[in-house]
């Protein structure tokens, strides 16, 4: 390999690193929202495929182990997959127990790091020989996904129903902006569509503050007052074997192998599904909790990583959550990727390898040591120094940009109106999941409804 990219995939690793360190720190932000928008703007930048990959790999590897933290030392969830470990991880830090949670977090990450990429890998080469008839197949297997994924989440009647209605919206938005000359006849501007839905349920609460009725009838509170555990976590063993007992290290190891075939099912609902079940029935309560995270960490790392290797690495097109979501940068971003060029046709098997082992080991040894040793001084950093809302509002303003630099003005409207009615619909039930499906099945959908 050249030595120049080397050097550029390690500095992309660290890069990953630093910035996903201190967002994971921060209550309450969304994977998608903090991953797509900076790895869609590596890729405009014209950075080497190999080195995109590195840096999201290190990224996801970083982010999903950094947002368990807060939700140990301060009860609030770092992000949306740190959400089904709040039960657990409040009983421990009831007991006093948030400093050894954040170890057993960061051991249970490492088992599924370790064990979901060889497997990943292994699964991809087994679907090779059948890429091509899978991508020949490929919008009817994204609305086959939009359906599945409905069927699987709670609220299953109004899922499906939601997903004629959303088709209708992109592909006619798409035809209106053609129509108008904004974009190219065989132009498309999905990318940013997807990101309105991301930003869609914040839309909402931000655009109801302008309601004089509803922000008169809004509860008020006082300051939250968090306290930030000070158990001192340094000095003590980083051995994950030394860190899980024996039944802890078999759960997680199961958990993560059961997990990795499993990347076209919803990383959530795998965490919450198989974190419970390899948590089983204990009668000591903070066994049962310890059992819970280490599990729910592992599946975390394990789903995250296969969702990204397997359609990336085999077929080159989004069929799993992830991959329709947080990477979705990865195999479709105009102008410089689209379904039928991205990483997937410019990397070999030898440079997947490559990237996909450098970024995770950097990141998970760099990750897993910070997360055990300065947890509490970058937690009481980022809760004191970092505004939410100033976090929120540069993700918000990037997705403008993005916006506007891909149909001009009429698409910062577009995108509003994207996340208004995406948002809506994500707070009567219809998950991301379904509405990101739906959102690269719609021109299959409508082709067929019409």
């Avoid at 709040?86 to 960061?106: F, Q």
């Amino acid at each position: 390999m050249d030595p120049t990219v080397l050097v550029q995939m390690l500095i992309a690793a660290i890069g990953a690193i630093i910035l996903y360190t201190f967002l994971g720190f921060v209550p309450g932000t969304d994977e998608t929202s903090v991953l797509v928008p900076v790895t869609l703007a590596l890729v405009l930048a014209g950075l080497q495929p190999i080195v995109i990959l590195t840096f999201f790999i290190a990224a996801i590897v970083t982010l999903n182990l950094t947002n368990a933290v807060p939700t140990a030392l301060v009860g609030l969830p770092g992000g949306v997959m740190s959400t089904p470990m709040m039960e657990h991880s409040l009983l421990l830090k009831r007991e006093g127990r948030a400093a050894e949670t954040i170890k057993k977090m960061a051991a249970g990450s490492a088992v599924g790091t370790v064990i979901a990429i060889p497997i990943s890998l292994a699964i991809a080469s087994l679907i090779v020989p059948y890429a091509q008839t899978l991508r020949s197949y490929s919008s009817l297997l994204l609305a086959i996904g939009a359906v599945v994924l409905a069927l699987l989440g709670k609220n299953r009647v109004l899922s499906l129903v939601a997903i004629l209605p959303m088709s209708l919206l992109f592909q006619g938005m798409l035809a209106l902006y053609r129509q108008q000359g904004v974009i190219p006849e065989d132009g498309t501007v999905s990318v940013s569509f997807f990101l309105g839905i991301t930003i869609g349920p914040l839309l909402v609460s931000l655009l109801g503050l302008l309601n004089t009725k509803q922000r008169a009838a809004m509860e008020r509170h006082h300051p939250t007052l968090v306290e930030v555990s000070r158990h001192d976590t340094s000095g003590q063993s980083l051995r994950p074997t030394r860190i899980l007992t024996r039944d802890e290290l078999r759960r997680t190891s199961l958990a993560s192998l059961i997990t990795t075939p499993l990347f076209f099912l919803s990383p959530v609902g795998l965490t919450f599904l198989l974190g419970e079940a390899m948590a089983g029935s204990s009668k000591d309560p903070v066994r049962h909790a310890n059992r819970a995270v280490t599990s729910m960490n592992g599946i975390a790392h394990a789903s995250y990583l296969s969702g990204t290797i397997i359609p990336l690495v085999a077929i080159g097109i989004p069929l799993s959550p992830v991959a329709i979501g947080p990477a979705s940068a990865l195999f479709n971003a105009p102008p410089v990727f689209s379904l039928d060029h991205n990483l997937h046709q410019l990397l070999t098997t030898g440079q997947f390898i490559a990237a996909i082992v450098l970024g995770a080991s950097i990141a998970l040894v760099l990750t897993y040591i910070i997360a055990v040793r300065y947890s509490y001084q970058i937690t009481y950093f980022v809760m004191s120094k970092i505004p939410h809302e100033a976090v929120l509002g540069l993700f918000i303003g990037f997705i403008v940009l993005l916006a506007y630099l891909d149909a001009g003005v009429m698409n910062i409207f577009g995108v509003l109106l994207v996340g208004i009615a995406c948002g809506t619909l994500n707070r009567l039930g219809v998950s991301y999941g379904v509405q990101f499906m739906t959102l690269y099945a719609s021109p299959w959908i409508v082709a067929n409804l019409l």
